[in-house]
């Protein structure tokens, strides 16, 4: 059984940063892809960012590009979110994901969820 455990998130106000971390259990963390996702007031659960498990490939959503940066430490199982410029619109429960497959978009290609923490931005 896979566990993710979220930290991290919390109150700000625009243009503050934030960073969200999420630990997985188990000794393969380096075989799973993670991702990032989020679902804001009254919307859909989308997509932010994937990594690969090396680190190397990295993809994300184009309204986070240049803001958000997804990382890995295969040592402590732990992926990072580091969230800055952060706009009110990016007010969400984030979640992190793994799935065995690649790195991948699509939320029925993960299988594995965190608790989801919630990120408020303030005007």
């Known amino acids: 059984q896979v566990q993710l455990g979220q930290s991290g998130g919390g109150s700000v106000q625009a243009g503050g940063s934030l960073r969200l971390s999420c630990a997985a259990s188990?000794?393969?963390?380096?075989?799973?892809?993670m991702a990032w996702f989020r679902q804001c007031p009254g919307k859909e659960r989308e997509f932010v960012a994937a990594i690969g498990r090396s680190g190397i490939s990295i993809h994300y959503a184009n309204s986070v590009k240049g803001r958000f940066t997804i990382s890995r430490d295969n040592a402590k199982n732990t992926v990072y979110l580091q969230m800055n410029s952060l706009k009110p619109e990016d007010t969400a429960v984030y979640y992190c994901?793994?799935?065995?497959?690649?790195?991948?978009?699509?939320?029925?290609?993960?299988?594995?969820w965190g608790q989801g923490t919630q990120v408020t931005v303030s005007s």
């Open positions: 188990g000794p393969t963390f380096s075989n799973y892809y």
């Open positions: 994901a793994r799935n065995l497959k690649g790195v991948s978009t699509a939320e029925n290609d993960y299988d594995y």
